[in-house]
């Protein structure tokens, strides 16, 4: 039973410290995506990757945020310094697009890292 | 204007009862697809049911279907006989051709025993 996995499930930090979440995505898949969900804004896409190049991270804040794919079995979210505000559920989901098209038709999500920044 | 809307913050529907969740969505992308996610208390996302826009028929996956109205842009998921189990929150998604996937707010459902 293939699926996306997330470490750390929970994560508790203080401010000003680095947060590093890693996810491995399903064996095959060529898209990760990183969101984050709060109550106030929701589902937000914070960044996307395809054959582990990054297409998209304008979702994400670029002083403090990065998106890598080290390689295609892991792509981590980093966050340094950490505040307050990060705090959230953050998931990464992986997908198939077929050739010539940048996404694929489904996402399958991983079961999320709950960050709580005191 | 909203990518995605679901304007049903919160629903109950009786054990055994169909229940309809509403989503409308705004793309002037020939090209898309549609999705609902389930989101139990546990917090994982589990997708449901996809539907493309060149999809002559509307989706089923068991006891979830895909009410699609193209002219209306709007993409309902039907629950029949609904159970316990299905109380969770229900997210509408869209995904553009080439931009991203676009979420709704969510719906809360109850099922009530």
């Known amino acids: 039973d293939a699926r996306v996995t997330q470490t750390p499930r929970h994560k508790v930090t203080e401010m000003g410290q680095e947060v590093t979440m890693r996810c491995q995505p399903i064996?095959?898949?060529?898209?990760v995506f990183w969101y984050r969900q709060t109550m106030m804004q929701g589902l937000e896409l914070l960044a996307y990757?395809?054959?582990?190049?990054?297409?998209?991270d304008s979702g994400m804040p670029k002083d403090r945020f990065s998106a890598e794919m080290p390689d295609a079995t892991l792509a981590t979210l980093k966050i340094q310094p950490s505040e307050p505000r990060d705090s959230a559920v953050y998931f990464c989901?992986?997908?198939?697009?077929?050739?010539?098209?940048?996404?694929?038709?489904?996402?399958?999500f991983g079961p999320g890292t709950r960050l709580t920044v005191t | 204007a909203q990518k995605i809307t679901q304007t049903q913050p919160g629903m109950f529907v009786q054990e055994k009862e169909a229940v309809t969740l509403d989503c409308t969505y705004d793309?002037?992308?020939?090209?898309?697809?549609l999705f609902w996610y389930k989101q139990p208390s546990s917090g994982e996302m589990i997708f449901l049911i996809y539907q493309g826009s060149y999809d002559q028929q509307n989706a089923t996956e068991g006891r979830y279907s895909l009410n699609f109205q193209k002219a209306r842009k709007s993409a309902n998921l039907v629950i029949s006989a609904s159970q316990l189990g299905d109380s969770a929150m229900y997210f509408c998604?869209?995904?553009?051709?080439?931009?991203?996937?676009?979420f709704g707010t969510g719906t809360s459902l109850t099922v009530i025993p």
């Open positions: 793309t002037s992308d020939p090209s898309y697809g």
């Open positions: 989901a992986s997908g198939l697009a077929p050739d010539g098209r940048p996404l694929p038709y489904e996402q399958y």
């Open positions: 990757f395809r054959n582990r190049a990054p297409l998209d």
């Open positions: 064996l095959g898949h060529n898209t």
């Open positions: 998604a869209m995904r553009e051709r080439i931009h991203q996937f676009y």
